[in-house]
C-alpha cells in the first residue's frame, strides 16, 4: 500500500520525471536518500512501470492523427494481428475493446497517400472506420 508522500511522489514525478532526486526530495520534504529509497520501492510493488517520454510527432512528419475502429467478423485474429506488428512506423497502440468494434487502432501518418495506402493494405485482414483527430 502507498502512502501520502508516495502519491505526492507518483503526482511530482507524473509532472516532471526529469526531476532529481534531490529536487524531487525537497518538493516531498524528505532526504535525497529517502526519496530514492521510496522510487525503488515504488519500482520494485510495479507501481511505477517505467518511465516515458512525449514525442512530437509533427515535428517528425507525421501529421496526420488517426483512430481506426477495427471489425473483424473471423474468430481467427492473426491475421490483422500479423499485419499490424509489420506496420509500427505508424501504429501507436492497438487496444483489444469491448463494443461494436474488436479493436481501436491508433496510427500517425504522414500524409493522405500513405494513410490511403495503409486502409488498402489493412482492408485486406478488417474492415474499419477511420476518425481523424483535428485538434487535441
Request: aromatic share 8%; with cysteine.
Amino acid at each position: 500500500m502507498i502512502d501520502e508522500i508516495d502519491k505526492k511522489i507518483l503526482e511530482e514525478l507524473s509532472k516532471n520525471s526529469r526531476m532529481t532526486i534531490k529536487e524531487l526530495g525537497e518538493k516531498v520534504h524528505l532526504s535525497s536518500p529517502a526519496t530514492n529509497s521510496r522510487i525503488m520501492k515504488l519500482l520494485d510493488n510495479g507501481i511505477i512501470t517505467g518511465c516515458s517520454i512525449k514525442v512530437n510527432h509533427v515535428k517528425l512528419g507525421l501529421a496526420i492523427h488517426a483512430f481506426l475502429n477495427i471489425y473483424i467478423n473471423n474468430i481467427d485474429h492473426q491475421p490483422y494481428l500479423a499485419f499490424i506488428k509489420t506496420k509500427d512506423d505508424y501504429v501507436i497502440n492497438n487496444y483489444k475493446i469491448s463494443g461494436d468494434s474488436c479493436y481501436l487502432l491508433e496510427c500517425k501518418f504522414p500524409s493522405n497517400e500513405v494513410l490511403d495506402q495503409f486502409l488498402n493494405d489493412l482492408n485486406k485482414h478488417a474492415n474499419y472506420k477511420v476518425s481523424i483527430v483535428i485538434s487535441k
